[in-house]
């Protein structure tokens, strides 16, 4: 069965600082891997996914992500942080439709 | 607008008591989904439908019912048999339910049993 683990459940930088959210998977077969952003008390919204077109995947609000299959790994960054980055992060694999989440990463920017 | 839609925003129950989480989505999408979030344990889907009057246990289904009578609806029912149902609820939909689709989200109903 497929899952993903994200590894630190807080990650504090200051504004203007890289941002590294990292994740990694688990999965029998190649597999389809989304980055999703969640503001309090709100649902959750697509920054990016994976979906073998291409290994470094480019998303909303200057995200991207590279897919490194040797390392099961689809980790998240952000050249420079901003104030409006703070919230929580999930990292999720499907597997023909079935959706594993991680358990979230919040990040925290400071001024 | 497309979109998807929960309400209410905030729900109070007393124990006991069965309440009704409404959803609807109007992006024409054949998947929808109900997750269940609490701190620190990210999402767990509770049911999820591909078709009108059909639909599928998730991982956590004891304690909650759901039907899909009509494509854009998709009312997700705790009942008293749900023995710690505060959290946070979130409904999903997906044109399918195949990997490369993108599951969208409404903004959530939290439950608080009092």
């Known amino acids: 069965a497929q899952s993903v683990t994200q590894l630190g459940s807080h990650v504090s930088v200051s504004e203007g600082a890289l941002v590294l959210l990292r994740c990694n998977y688990s999965s029998s077969v190649p597999p389809y891997l989304f980055w999703y952003v969640q503001y309090p008390n709100q649902g959750l919204q697509l920054l990016l996914k994976?979906?073998?077109?291409?290994?470094l995947v480019k998303g909303i609000n200057g995200f991207e992500a590279e897919f490194k299959k040797s390392e099961t790994s689809f980790h998240l960054t952000k050249p420079s942080a901003h104030m409006s980055d703070a919230a929580e992060y999930f990292c999720a694999v499907s597997y023909y439709g079935d959706m594993r989440f991680g358990a979230g990463t919040r990040l925290t920017v400071k001024p | 607008d497309g979109g998807i839609t929960q309400s209410p925003k905030y729900l109070f129950r007393k124990e006991g008591q069965n309440v009704t989480l409404s959803c609807e989505q109007n992006?024409?999408?054949?998947?929808m989904y109900w997750y269940r979030q609490d701190p620190g344990q990210g999402l767990r889907l509770i049911y999820y439908?591909?078709?009108?009057?059909?639909?599928q246990k998730g991982d956590i289904a004891e304690g909650y019912s759901v039907s899909r009578e009509k494509k854009e609806s998709f009312p997700l029912t705790v009942t008293s048999a749900q023995k710690n149902p505060t959290a946070f609820y979130l409904c999903a939909s997906s044109q399918d339910r195949i990997g490369t689709d993108t599951q969208y989200f409404g903004p959530g109903t939290r439950l608080t049993v009092l």
């Open positions: 992006l024409n999408h054949d998947a």
């Open positions: 439908s591909q078709i009108v009057n059909d639909f």
């Open positions: 994976y979906t073998s077109a291409a290994t």
